[in-house]
């Protein structure tokens, strides 16, 4: 099990953790398999380490579109880890 940080930078985390964390936990009901803790600016990740590449290069993506237009919606973040599962399916065929 490998543990990483992640830090978020020119973003506000109340923007991108939601009210009352609603989009952080839809993050963690995303990836099952990992254990996502959240604190401050910096989003403490545990699990397996293919597992949590994918995660991560989610968050840069959710991070970006924070930044670009300083909110972040329920049905972006679905949108972008759905993507990314698509792709990682059709990589394993």
Known sequence: MIEKLIV???IDPVIFYG??????QLIK???PK???VARGN???VLGDEEEMC????NITKLE???AEYNSLKEEVIIDIIK???RKQNRQET
Not at 19 to 24: C, E, G, S
Not at 54 to 57: L, V, W
């Open 8 to 10: 978020l930078e020119d």
């Open 19 to 24: 009210v009352n964390n609603a989009n952080m």
């Open 29 to 31: 009901a995303l990836y």
């Open 34 to 36: 990992l254990r996502i």
């Open 42 to 44: 910096v989003i403490k």
């Open 54 to 57: 994918a995660f991560e290069e």
């Open 64 to 66: 970006k579109y924070c």
């Open 83 to 85: 993507e990314m599962l």
